[in-house]
């Protein structure tokens, strides 16, 4: 991982040293400019599963978010927990040991529950109400996400500015896949084999919980890192979403799609 700081203050004293030889009206000095508040991007963590009857439910409720607020929305399907599913030699599975470590990091008790920027446990039945209540914040920061993707590899780089004071936390780079049909259990009690999941999550790319992230007001931070794609994985169906919290909560979050080399 590499990361690359380009500090608004340096680059002033840059430009302010190159011309230290001439003489600078009043009127012509560099002033700071507070930069504009950035935009809240809300991260709702769906914990699912599939032998979850009534987790369709909460994934219809994402889907309305996502038509009403789209790219504003960023949810993630996290399948483990006592209701997760990791699989057999006739089902596709989507558990994972992560899913299994965040469920019980966030002691939760019941599937489907969500973490809406990681203010608690909400049920399904709530999260319309405080995805809007989230979204009237600002964030102290923006990231923004450039992915490409040759072979097996993808190459990833988070771009954080800061907007407001200093956001220091974690920095969390995750993976997700769309369109991956699997067994699920519906309302009914029904066995669906042809049941489409979305936004579910794949593995993290920087560890479980992130590396440690600070960026100040005025300053640029470019982080990056590389992820390899599993097999069973659909490559122009993966996403990579990143975010950056602490122990109040999600502070910002993006998404973005993986561009793959055209000459593969």
Request: glycine letters at 10%; aromatic letters at 8%.
């Amino acid at each position: 991982m590499h990361k690359t700081i380009y500090p608004l203050t340096a680059i002033l004293f840059a430009l302010l040293t190159m011309a230290a030889c001439s003489h600078i009206d009043e009127d012509e000095r560099l002033i700071y400019e507070k930069p504009a508040p950035s935009t809240k991007t809300v991260l709702l963590e769906d914990f699912t599963g599939q032998r979850c009857v009534n987790c369709p439910k909460g994934s219809e409720i994402i889907e309305q978010l996502t038509t009403e607020f789209g790219s504003s929305v960023i949810a993630v399907g996290i399948h483990g927990g006592p209701l997760g599913f990791a699989g057999n030699t006739r089902n596709k599975g989507l558990a994972t040991a992560e899913g299994d470590e965040y469920y019980n990091h966030w002691q939760l008790e019941y599937q489907p529950v969500g973490l809406i920027d990681r203010h608690g446990a909400v049920n399904y039945a709530d999260w319309t109400s405080q995805v809007r209540k989230a979204l009237q914040q600002t964030a102290p920061l923006t990231l923004g996400i450039h992915a490409t993707s040759t072979g097996q590899k993808i190459y990833i780089s988070v771009l954080g500015q800061g907007t407001e004071g200093a956001s220091t936390g974690h920095l969390q780079v995750w993976l997700v896949e769309d369109s991956i049909t699997a067994m699920q259990l519906m309302p009914d009690g029904s066995t669906n084999a042809n049941y489409v999941h979305n936004h579910v999550f794949r593995t993290s790319v920087n560890g479980t919980w992130g590396e440690p992230y600070t960026v100040k007001e005025g300053e640029t931070i470019i982080t990056e890192m590389t992820a390899t794609i599993d097999d069973d994985w659909v490559k122009k169906h993966l996403s990579v979403i990143a975010f950056v919290y602490n122990d109040n909560g999600v502070l910002q979050a993006a998404k973005s799609g993986v561009i793959i080399n055209t000459e593969e």
